[in-house]
C-alpha cells in the first residue's frame, strides 16, 4: 500500500500511455507495445526512448533475452493509482477523504442508489 513517506514519480501523458499497455501485457517488448498503441503509431526510437526512461525511473524492469529486451512493470498499477489519489486528496481536498468522496459525489450527480451503494461498500470495509 502507498504510505504517504513513498515518493512515487509521477508519469508524463505518454508514459502512462505505455505503462498501460505494459499493465495489461505484463512481459512485453517494444514492438508489442507499438501494436498496442492508437493510430498514429510512434516511431520505434520514440516508444524505445519513453520505455528506457521508465526504466530509470523505476517503473519498469528490463531483462534481456538474446537480442532484445522484454519488458515488465516494476509498479503495479494499484499502486501507482493509489499513490496517485493519495497525492490528489492531500493536494486538493487538505488530506481529508470525506472532502473528496463528497466532492466526487456532488460532481457526478449520485443517485440515492448510488450513494447507498457507496455506503455499504464503506461499511463493509469498515467490519
Not at 495489461?24 to 520505455?51: C, G, M, S
Not at 519498469?60 to 509498479?75: D, M, Q, T
Not at 493509482?81 to 488530506?95: H, M
Request: net charge positive; proline share 4%; hydrophobic share 35%.
Amino acid at each position: 500500500m502507498y504510505s504517504n513517506t513513498t515518493i512515487m514519480k509521477k508519469l508524463s501523458k505518454k508514459e502512462d500511455e505505455i505503462m498501460r499497455v505494459v499493465w495489461r501485457l505484463q512481459n512485453t517488448f517494444i514492438r508489442e507495445i507499438i501494436d498496442e498503441l492508437p493510430d498514429p503509431k510512434p516511431h520505434y526510437n520514440t516508444v524505445a526512448t519513453i520505455v528506457k526512461i521508465l526504466v530509470k525511473k523505476g517503473f519498469l524492469k528490463s531483462e534481456l533475452l538474446g537480442n532484445s529486451h522484454r519488458y515488465s512493470p516494476a509498479v503495479n498499477f494499484e499502486t501507482y493509482r493509489d499513490g496517485d489519489l493519495e497525492d490528489i486528496k492531500q493536494k486538493y481536498f487538505g488530506n481529508s477523504f470525506p472532502k473528496m468522496l463528497a466532492h466526487f459525489a456532488k460532481s457526478e450527480n449520485l443517485s440515492e442508489k448510488d450513494l447507498k451503494e457507496l455506503y455499504e461498500i464503506i461499511k463493509s470495509n469498515k467490519d
